[in-house]
C-alpha cells in the first residue's frame, strides 16, 4: 500500500478527505444499521490505519 500510495504522491493532507468520503458512502449504503457504535468503530478503524500509512508513508518519501 505505502508503495503505490508513494509512486502517487498522496500526502498526509490527503487522508482527512478520503476518510470522510468513506464514512458518508458506509453511512448511505447501510442506512438504520449505520448507528453511532458503528460509524464511530469506522473512524476509529480508518484514523488508525491512515496513522500509520501517513508515517511509513513519510519514511519513504524522507528516504
Ligand atoms: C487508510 C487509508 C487508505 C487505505 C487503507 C488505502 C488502501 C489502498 C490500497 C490497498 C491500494 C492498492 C494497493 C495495491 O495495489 O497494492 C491503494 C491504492 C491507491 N490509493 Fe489508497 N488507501 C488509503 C488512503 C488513500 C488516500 C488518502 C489517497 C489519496 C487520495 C489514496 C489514493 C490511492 C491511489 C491513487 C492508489 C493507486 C490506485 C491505482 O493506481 O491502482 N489512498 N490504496
Known amino acids: 500500500m505505502v508503495s503505490v500510495h508513494v ?4 500526502q498526509a ?3 482527512p478527505r478520503v476518510g ?8 448511505e449504503v447501510l442506512g438504520n444499521v449505520a ?6 468503530a469506522w473512524s476509529d478503524a480508518y484514523t488508525f490505519l491512515a496513522g500509520v500509512l501517513i508515517t511509513k508513508e513519510k519514511e519513504v518519501y524522507k528516504a
Open 7 to 10: 509512486k502517487s504522491d498522496i
Open 13 to 15: 493532507h490527503h487522508y
Open 20 to 27: 470522510e468520503a468513506l464514512l458518508a458512502a458506509i453511512k
Open 35 to 40: 448507528t453511532d457504535e458503528v460509524i464511530n
